[in-house]
């Protein structure tokens, strides 16, 4: 007799594959539960320090504070409109301006062309690199007693200097048409070693077998400076502009102890002026208001240099 033989259906393979689809998505929640308690401190750090005071800010903004500092009125926009029509805010604002003017493009193209002469490869050329980035290592305020002796209106070894070359005595702080330019070339040294070292290091990281191939078609120094090195720096060069302006716009230390915003207000920078109306004059209302708008003018220009000048950045 012939047994029929009866062949069995294929099994199933759906369960395996949910249950690897389960443990996939298990792992994935696993990892991002990791995630999470590893930034836990650092969210909780920006919680403390950053996100609640933003939400103060914008609490005390709508309010009148009285001369003990304490929440008096709810006022609504009315601070924005005292600050946005005030004629102080107004000349904080461009002396701010002009301090990032002084600053900024100076501070950039110096630290390029010590970061470029600095490159070379000569003898000593470390020692060279340890002095340009030493002013790094300065605080604000360690900095500004120190260009504090230098522009000393008698013992100013800046003016003594000077008079070897027939020239008067300036008054560095105590003239207005002088005191911005004294805190710009204090804040510009004091910047410098932080643009240097990262001035530098974008010029190192570009390959010698470029600099080889520009040597051997002809290239000189400076064709090559900026039609090599120069656009393969560019991410460095934007970084160092971005922070730099946002540094400028948030200047206070060295302006509250070399000049205290004067002489008649040429250094009432932004941040000074906040400083003054809330902690001085105890409204924190005004000093609130002014605080978000300067948040929001930051965001805009970063926003901006974001939109048009990475454009420009040339990334290998």
Do not use: C
């Not at 199933?12 to 792992?27: E, Q």
């Not at 996100?51 to 609490?59: D, E, G, R, V």
């Not at 390029?112 to 340890?130: E, V």
């Not at 230390?253 to 002026?273: C, E, F, H, R, W």
């Amino acid at each position: 007799m012939e047994k029929d033989i009866v062949i069995a259906p294929p099994l199933s393979r759906k369960p395996s594959r949910v249950r690897s689809t389960t443990s996939l998505r298990a792992k994935k929640w696993n990892e991002r539960f990791l995630a999470y308690v590893f930034l836990a401190p650092s969210l909780v750090l920006f919680g403390i320090f950053l996100f609640y005071p933003l939400i103060k800010s914008i609490y005390l903004s709508m309010f009148l504070t009285d001369p003990q500092g304490r929440v008096a009125e709810f006022i609504g926009f009315d601070n924005f409109t005292n600050v946005l029509t005030s004629s102080v805010f107004y000349n904080s604002l461009w002396v701010t301006l002009l301090f990032i003017l002084f600053t900024v493009p100076t501070g950039v193209v110096l630290a390029l062309i010590l970061a470029a002469l600095s490159h070379q490869k000569l003898r000593g050329m470390k020692l060279f690199q340890f002095f340009f980035s030493l002013p790094m290592a300065v605080s604000v305020g360690t900095g500004s007693i120190i260009w504090m002796v230098l522009y000393h209106p008698t013992l100013s070894v800046l003016n003594y200097l000077l008079s070897f070359v027939g020239i008067p005595a300036i008054q560095w702080l105590t003239d207005p048409s002088w005191a911005l330019i004294s805190i710009a070339l204090m804040t510009v040294w004091l910047n410098l070693g932080f643009n240097y070292i990262v001035m530098l290091s974008g010029i190192q990281s570009v390959g010698e077998d470029l600099y080889e191939s520009a040597k051997i078609d002809g290239s000189g120094a400076f064709r090559t400076f900026f039609r090599i090195t120069l656009p393969l720096i560019s991410p460095s060069l934007f970084f160092v502009s971005v922070v730099s302006i946002i540094s400028a716009f948030q200047s206070f230390a060295q302006v509250n102890i070399l000049t205290k915003g004067g002489p008649m207000n040429s250094t009432d920078l932004l941040v000074y002026n906040i400083y003054q109306d809330a902690f001085v004059n105890y409204r924190f209302g005004i000093g609130s208001a002014q605080a978000l708008i300067l948040f929001v003018v930051i965001t805009l220009l970063t926003v901006v240099q974001f939109k048009f000048g990475e454009k420009k950045v040339h990334y290998q």
